[in-house]
Structures are given as C-alpha cells and as structure tokens.
C-alpha cells in the first residue's frame, strides 16, 4: 500500500468496506513484514477506543473535531489531515489520532476530556521503541514496539487497561480496586504483581514474574502463580498453563535475551520478533538445541556472531532476506 492511502484502507479493511482489490493488496502487505500487521491492530486499537469515546461523550461531534485540532496545533503538529467521507464522527477522529501518531518518532500521547461518569480518558502507544510510563495509581507499564494502551487518567474507582500489542506491568498493591488488563477477549485480573502480557491477532500469552493472576476468557479461568504462563488461542476457550522456563519475554525492558537451556527455535523466534529478522533453522534436529546464557540486545549480526562462537555445531548462509541457519 502507497504510505499516504494505507491509513484510509486499513480503516475500510476492519469495518469490512474494501473492494476485492484493496482486500488483495493489504493482504500481501499483511504478510509481507510483521510490523504490518502490528500496524493494523494499532488502528484497530485506536478506532475501537474513539467509538468508545464517541458513544460515552454527551458533546457534539464536530465540537469535538473542532477541539481536537486546536489541541492538536497546541502541540506544534503538522499533520496531513484528509477528509474522510461517509463516516461517522469519530471515525474521522480517530483518523486524524492516526496521522497524528505516525508523526511520532518513538511515541505518542492523546489526552481526552470526558464529562460523563468515566471521566478522562488516556491512551499512549510506542512506535519503533519500547516506551516506558507510570500510571495514576503509580503502577508502571512498560509497552514493547508497535504497542498500545488506553485507561482512565484517574484510577479512584476502578483500575482497567485496554492493551493491544505487548506490555509488561509493574502493578501498586491495592486490595480493594483490583487491576485488570483487557488482552481482545482475555481478562487478566490482579491485585499487586508483576506480569508480562503479549496479545497476537491468534492468540494472548500472560507470564507472571511476580505475586499472583488470575486469567478469564468466556467462562473459562485459570491462576497463575510466579514463572508461570497461560498460552490462550484467540479461536477456542482453552487456557494452557505452564512453567516459564526462561526471561525472554523481559527483552524489551532488560535489552537483554536471556536463555537458560532454551531451545533454540524459542530464542530464534524472539530474536526474529525483536529485530524484524527473517531467521529460519533448516534442520529441525537443531531446533530443539537447548542454549544457556545472556545475549546483549545490540543487534542481530552480533547476536549471530555470538552464537556461532558457542554453538559449533551451526553454520549460517544469507539466502536472500532470509538467514539460514543449518548443521555442520
């Protein structure tokens, strides 16, 4: 897709509205970078929370529209701003959120002023960086790349976060208001902990560090205690819980891979969603080679050069985009 149209088709795309063609041409780029597809659960994100603010706000739209600019010109933006035609207001809210975020190099922040009983309304998110902040509670959430959050600025009476992409939380103790992240449709639920949430367009993974969860989909549920995790698929109800056997998930906080006999087809898919690599293992005896030890989060030619140093029984050809990665 031409970059000054694809925010315009992405949103055609999820209210189901393009034609055959579109359909064809954001598909291909759906598959052909992963940060695609991060980029579509951004917008989907950011237009589900507007109709959300939409339908809880008693002012007029075009008020809104017209309140939206002058914060936005308060900001020293220079977006591009396109008309968008048979929309509802807040579409056209959430695409103008949308241009605006593009602009930011490593984040972005969108205040809301509401005047019904939910009040304010913060969301955030992080483009290219990890992005780190701290919450009215004072919990603090650290977002992974191509990450969002939305919740209340003023957490009185109840603690909930919208999170599309991955996060990970650093949760005040606070009994009587729990804390709740919604991951699509998994519910996790704590008082005061520390926990890592990951949400994919196919499924939710949740790894507690620290205190106790508890994870919801339906009517299924399931506690998770420290070092453990729930794999949750987006297409069924099943919580399969399991021990964490390594820190991986805690990249984009420590800029550390840390593996402590983990497979190695585990650590490759974690360097290959950090660095947007095409890495392959070729032969599958390899997949499973457990590897112990700390890789600096530096970049993946040096995470390569590391790893062919301690692991002798793997060579390494460059085929294309692709690094491939076989026995001796």
Sequence with gaps: MREETDEDMLIKYILGETTDTELETIELWLKDDKANMRKLEQV??????S???????????????EKFKIKREALNTRPKVRSITARAGWL????AILIFMGGASAAYYFYKQQTGLNGRLQSFASTDKALIDTLADGSIVHLNRY????CLSDFKKTREVKLTGEAFFEVRHNESVPF???????????IGTAFNVKSHTKNVEVVVESGIVRVTK?????????????????SDNQLHVEQNTDLLYNYYRSNEFIANKTPLWRVIETINEAYDSHIVIADKRLSNLPLTGTFKKESVNKFLQLLLLTTP???????????????K
Excluded: C, Y
């Design 44 to 49: 989907k994100f950011i237009l589900e929370s």
């Design 51 to 65: 109709q959300q603010l939409a339908q809880q706000s008693p002012a007029d739209e075009d008020d809104q529209w």
């Design 92 to 95: 056209q809210m959430a695409a």
């Design 147 to 150: 990450s969002s959050v939305t």
């Design 180 to 190: 709740i992240v919604h991951a699509g449709q998994v519910n996790i639920r704590d």
């Design 218 to 234: 339906a009517d299924a549920s399931v506690q998770l205690n420290p070092q453990q995790k729930v794999m949750v698929d987006n």
């Design 313 to 327: 029984d793997i060579r390494m050809e460059n085929v294309g985009d692709n690094i491939i990665l076989k026995s």
